[in-house]
Every structure is written in structure tokens, then in C-alpha cells.
């Protein structure tokens, strides 16, 4: 295996990230850089790249990974965008849930984005001007102040996009009628708050998701894994916090299936139409990494 750049090493030591990480790395991210560079080329203003895949897949790190190898191989700036940090505040969740369905208080699901802040932010970063990145607080279940935003001094060639549900597309109106789960068995008897997300699928969001050049998809092997990857996401976020505000395993669960739905839909239709797939395994490695050709 080539040995990993410095930029490469340092991010597995300070994320404290596991030895075959690096291979991982090399092998299929590096890769990706490379085709991230290739699809610029083909672009007159900023690239923006999705990067869609369900919790725990490893999404965020990727993108750490691509934005350094831009920089440092291919002397690019680049920009992540993710969609965790454009949810609506805690407050105007709360008014949602009041006005149109109690589970829209939960963060996640399409609805409950600033779908306009995303649209603008991305519509900025193409235009070459440096607006600020909002941050969202899980910690308080809120998005953090102003002064917490991230800043970009320059302008950028590459907007990585990153989220769970990012490029999802609206299910057809007949697979909706039966619950996919406890959850909407239970608390959305009527299918009223899963027709609304559907229903922002199919309206707010094309308008976002139409901003973005490329889709990657960091698939994983089953929803099962889901489960157990978020799992060891909080296990992480009690470590750094102390516990405060993190889920516990009954909660995680319910938490999960607000996500159910729509992850288990971009499983089915996502892979044919992504400009580059990767298959993870059980064990978080990657078993294969296919490319659209266009």
C-alpha cells in the first residue's frame, strides 16, 4: 500500500481514528479526490459535490478526507456544507410540531431544514463570496450562535455537501399508506407527518438538491448497521461531552426510526443514479466503489 500523505496521518491521530482507516483512505478516498478534480474541470464556476449516506457511515470524516486531499495534492479550497448545520432553531421546530405534526419537533427528516439558508449559502459559495456556515448544537438540540459560524477568508472551488438524506427524492404516494415501523405505527397512524416530509421532498428541497453537480453515496450493507453505527457515534459524543446530551440506546432507536423510511428508499433508488457509490461492509470497510460514467 502507498504510504499516506502527512496531511493523511495527522487527521487519523488528532480524529483518533483507527489503524486500517489509513488503508481505507488511500485505497477508496484518495480515489475519489481525484475524480472530484476531474468533475471541477468540466465546471465554469465552484463544484458542488452531495455526499449522501445514512448515520454513522462515515460521511463527515470522507469529507474531512477529500476537503484536505483537495487542498494539499491538488492545491484546491474547498468548503463543507452539511446539512446537520441548516436544521430549523429548537423554536421554530416547536411551532412546526404545533401547526402541523408533533414529530416534526424531532430534528432530521426533510421539513425540518432552513431549506432557503441552504439555497443561499450554496448560491453565495458558487458565486465566489465567502458567507459565514452556520453550526448546529446537537449538544442543545440547537443551532449555536452567530459567532460559532464558520468562516471562509477566500473563496472556494469545491462545495462539499454533506448529509443523511442529502439528493433523496420524494416516494410515490402509494408507498406511504403502511407504516414502516413502531414509530408511524403508533405516533403517525394517519401517514400525516410522513406525507408531509414526502411532501417537501417533493416540493422545497428538488430546488436545493438542483444546486449540486455530483452525488456520492456512502452505502451501507443494511439498516441494521445503521442502528449499530449510531450507537457508536454516542458512545464518541459521551466520551468528548461528559454525557450531556447524549441518547441512550431506547432513544437512539426511536430517534433512528424518524430516518427509517427514507434511508431504506435511497437504498432501493439512490445507487443507480449516484456519480460515485460506495459500498460499505459490515465491518465499516468498503467492499467496492462504482462510478456513473456520463
Not at 222 to 233: A, M, S, T
Not at 268 to 294: F, G, N
Request: with cysteine.
Amino acid at each position: 500500500m502507498p504510504i499516506a500523505p502527512n496531511w493523511l496521518q495527522s487527521l487519523i491521530r488528532t480524529e483518533s481514528l483507527p489503524p486500517q482507516f489509513e488503508d481505507l483512505a488511500v485505497t477508496h478516498y484518495l480515489p475519489l479526490a481525484d475524480a472530484i478534480v476531474g468533475w471541477a474541470k468540466q465546471e465554469s464556476g465552484p463544484l458542488v459535490v452531495g455526499v449522501n449516506g445514512a448515520q454513522g457511515t462515515g460521511k463527515s470524516t470522507m469529507s474531512k478526507v477529500l476537503a484536505l486531499a483537495l487542498e494539499h495534492e491538488h492545491q484546491l479550497s474547498c468548503a463543507i456544507i452539511s446539512i446537520d448545520d441548516i436544521y430549523l432553531t429548537r423554536d421554530e421546530r416547536s411551532q412546526l410540531a404545533c401547526d402541523v405534526h408533533p414529530l416534526l419537533q424531532t430534528r432530521g427528516v426533510p421539513g425540518t431544514h432552513d431549506v432557503a439558508m441552504g439555497i443561499d449559502l450554496i448560491q453565495q459559495l458558487k458565486a465566489r463570496k465567502t458567507p459565514a456556515i452556520p453550526v448546529f448544537d446537537k449538544a442543545v438540540d440547537d443551532r449555536a450562535p452567530k459567532s460559532q459560524w464558520v468562516s471562509f477568508t477566500q473563496p472556494v472551488d469545491v462545495i462539499l455537501f454533506e448529509g443523511w438524506c442529502v439528493g433523496a427524492m420524494a416516494q410515490p404516494a402509494s408507498a406511504l399508506t403502511e407504516p414502516c415501523n413502531q414509530l408511524e405505527k403508533t405516533e403517525d397512524a394517519d401517514a400525516a407527518w410522513r406525507s408531509y416530509v414526502n411532501a417537501q421532498l417533493e416540493t422545497a428541497y428538488p430546488q436545493l438538491f438542483a444546486l449540486m453537480d455530483r452525488l456520492v453515496m456512502l452505502k451501507a450493507p443494511d439498516f441494521e448497521c445503521v442502528y449499530e453505527w449510531r450507537r457508536l457515534q454516542e458512545d464518541k459524543l459521551r466520551l468528548r461531552q461528559q454525557g450531556a446530551g447524549i441518547m441512550d440506546d431506547e432513544q437512539i432507536t426511536r430517534f433512528i426510526m424518524h430516518y427509517e423510511r427514507l434511508t431504506r428508499w435511497m437504498f432501493q433508488e439512490m445507487p443507480d443514479r449516484a456519480d460515485c457509490v460506495l459500498e460499505l461492509s459490515h465491518d465499516h470497510s468498503i467492499a467496492t466503489a462504482k462510478y456513473l460514467k456520463r
